[in-house]
């Protein structure tokens, strides 16, 4: 049975894997307003999935304004989609016997 991730476990880590897994990457003041959190609390858990490899943060340009853009690396890709193996296989042997 694949083993849930500790580190994108944590709902509102969860939530910024699930957005990132869509896209190539988002503005973090997207990620920050479809989260509802502080930047000081965005700043945190991106920080934590840094520090794993799990996602890449680099600053650009946008609209002549200097913005942080936020990607999931392959590893965090291969992490997300075994966590979100984990919790299926959670959610199916919770319903064996129903």
Known sequence: MPALD??????ARLQLCAM???VD???FSLLRDRLAVSDSVLSKHVAALVDAGYV???KALFDGRRTTWVSLTPAG???YADHVAA???VIDGAS???
């Open 6 to 11: 500790p580190l994108i476990h944590a709902p």
């Open 20 to 22: 990132l897994a869509s």
């Open 25 to 27: 990457d988002a503005q």
């Open 56 to 58: 890449r943060a680099r």
């Open 77 to 79: 890709r291969k992490a």
């Open 87 to 89: 919790l299926r296989a």
């Open 96 to 98: 064996v016997g129903h």
